[in-house]
Structures are given as structure tokens and as C-alpha cells.
């Protein structure tokens, strides 16, 4: 099994509202990351775990929250977003961190929408 | 400043002809590179990892080069189909370590029948 589940496919949230995003894979791999992608812009890294442990956080505001329960489960919790955080939340994971060795898979993405 | 470049933001071709993508980077020192596909509404698909120690890397119709000097990889797919029409990026890990992956702004590739 090569695959990466996100869920829900699609998520429309105002302003106030606390969601989360989910994201899951059962290939045993040990980091997996959160990207955001805005239409026509390359994936931007937001997360990533490795051991379950938060292992960078690229400057993302604390209106997203990352969560890492447990290897193979990666949330992403979204409180106050504003209409400029609207784009396709991507997850990845890879066996281990060592990008020169390991790729990443791309799970299908969640298109978020702030009203 | 560290910027990632790939040739075109568009490229279009006759289909059967070799379709080749650059990807330049600027103020990294990448020790590998990465290619992925993506399709519209979908998650970016690996195709390729080539090494700073490797010339080149072939994967059926996929070929692509890695050179340090010109601080440029090139990608390259043979005897292109329609279904090859897609947007392919380049990505390199920024710190080495395996943890700050940065992609390029990408190629979007069209095989015209």
C-alpha cells in the first residue's frame, strides 16, 4: 500500500470556525509533512515530523496547528484562518527525513475555502 | 537571495517529440535533486532523485542530468504522449539534512496530438 488518505476532500470554513484536516499512511514511514499550495505556485513547506516529533516549522502563523498522534496519523488544526490562507493543504510522507534517499508521496490534498 | 528557476512556465510539443525541462537553482549547494509530476487537483507524483555524484539517471522515457557547475539539472522525456501533459517541478532539500524541502515554481507541459 503506496498511498496517502486526506481527509475531506474539500472543506469550506468562515472565519471563526476550528476545523481540522486529516491526513494518514500506512507504509511504515517514519516523517510526513504538511505543504500548502496556492493555485498556480509550487507546494510550500508548512510541517514536518519525524518520529512524531515537530521538526521544522517554517515560520507558519499559529493559526495552524500541527498534531502527530501517532506514525502513522498526521492532523492539521485550523482556528481563525483568513480568506488568504484559501489553497489545496497537501500531506507527504518518506521513509525517513534523508531526502537524498527517500522520496516523498503526495497524498490527493484537502481544497480549503475561507469565507 | 536562494531562488529555484525552471525554464518556461508553459512548454508545449508534438507529440513523439523529446520534451526537455530545466531546472536552475541559485545559492544552494544540493546534493541531489528531486522531479515530480502534477496533475490538475492532485498531490505531485516522484518521478526521478539524481545525486551530485550522478551524471545522469534513466527511468524508461525519463531522462535527467545533474550538473553542479551550471548549477542546472536538466529533464528530458522521449517519444512524448499526450498523457504526458502535465506540470513537472524540480525540488531540492535547501539545508541538506532532509528536512527543508523547496520546490521550483514549476513547468507546465502540454503533447499536442
Known amino acids: 500500500d503506496t498511498e496517502v488518505t486526506q481527509t475531506p476532500k474539500h472543506l469550506v470554513m468562515g472565519m471563526t470556525n476550528k476545523k481540522s484536516l486529516k491526513c494518514e499512511q500506512h507504509?511504515?514511514?517514519?516523517?510526513m509533512y504538511w505543504y500548502k499550495q496556492k493555485a498556480k505556485k509550487p507546494p510550500e513547506l508548512m510541517f514536518v515530523?519525524?518520529?512524531?516529533?515537530?521538526?521544522i516549522n517554517e515560520s507558519v502563523p499559529s493559526r495552524f496547528s500541527p498534531e502527530c498522534p501517532n506514525s502513522s496519523l498526521l492532523n492539521l488544526h485550523l482556528h481563525a484562518l483568513q480568506p488568504e490562507d484559501s489553497a489545496l493543504y497537501l500531506c507527504?510522507?518518506?521513509?525517513?527525513?534523508?531526502?537524498?534517499?527517500?522520496?516523498?508521496?503526495f497524498g490527493p490534498g484537502t481544497r480549503l475555502t475561507v469565507t | 537571495s536562494q531562488k529555484i528557476e525552471q525554464n518556461s512556465e508553459a512548454l508545449n510539443i508534438q507529440e513523439g517529440k523529446t520534451a526537455t525541462l530545466t531546472c536552475n537553482y541559485t545559492?544552494?549547494?544540493?546534493?541531489?535533486l528531486q522531479w515530480y509530476r502534477q496533475d490538475p487537483g492532485r498531490g505531485p507524483v516522484f518521478l526521478l532523485l539524481?545525486?551530485?555524484?550522478?551524471k545522469e539517471k534513466r527511468k524508461e522515457r525519463l531522462k535527467v542530468t545533474f550538473d553542479t557547475t551550471l548549477k542546472q539539472s536538466l529533464f528530458h522525456i522521449t517519444a512524448s504522449q499526450p498523457a504526458d501533459s502535465a506540470t513537472y517541478l524540480c525540488?531540492?532539500?535547501?539545508?541538506?539534512?532532509?528536512?527543508?524541502?523547496?520546490f521550483g515554481p514549476g513547468t507546465r507541459l502540454s503533447v499536442l496530438p
Open positions: 507527504a510522507s518518506s521513509q525517513e527525513l534523508l531526502a537524498s534517499l527517500y522520496e516523498q508521496y
Open positions: 507504509m511504515g514511514h517514519r516523517a
Open positions: 515530523y519525524s518520529y512524531e516529533k515537530l521538526s
Open positions: 545559492n544552494y549547494s544540493p546534493a541531489y
Open positions: 539524481i545525486r551530485e555524484n550522478e
Open positions: 525540488a531540492l532539500d535547501s539545508d541538506n539534512y532532509g528536512q527543508n524541502f523547496v
